[in-house]
């Protein structure tokens, strides 16, 4: 209870100091352009990543206790270990792609 406490502490301070950094009306500064589009391309990239790391560790998790109850199947367990962690880092990079499309679109 007191990390989610912690947390809407420094979500508050976060969202009352964002408009320190706001443009005075009338200002001459030069426009900073959108960052919307690269900061969400990079939280998309991490999430997709992060999320297939954890993935990944349990498919290995899983092969280890599986293995360790039966070695005389490390043929048909070393072929679905390979096959799932390749469909799973495929996934990552299709996420890669089609980020960077998005980016490269916007």
Do not use: H
Request: overall charge positive; aromatic content about 10%; some cysteine.
């Amino acid at each position: 209870m007191r990390k989610l406490w912690y947390l809407f502490v420094v979500l508050a301070i976060v969202m009352l100091a964002s408009p320190a950094f706001a443009q005075q009306a009338g200002s001459t500064a030069a426009p900073q352009g959108n960052w919307s589009l690269p900061i969400g391309c990079g939280i998309g990239m991490g999430l997709a990543a992060g999320l297939a790391g954890m993935g990944q560790g349990r498919v290995a998790g899983s092969v280890a206790e599986s293995l360790a109850r039966n070695p005389g199947a490390r043929p048909g367990i070393n072929l679905a270990l390979f096959l799932g962690l390749a469909f799973i880092e495929s996934l990552v990079l299709f996420t890669f792609v089609l980020l960077f499309a998005l980016y490269l679109r916007g």
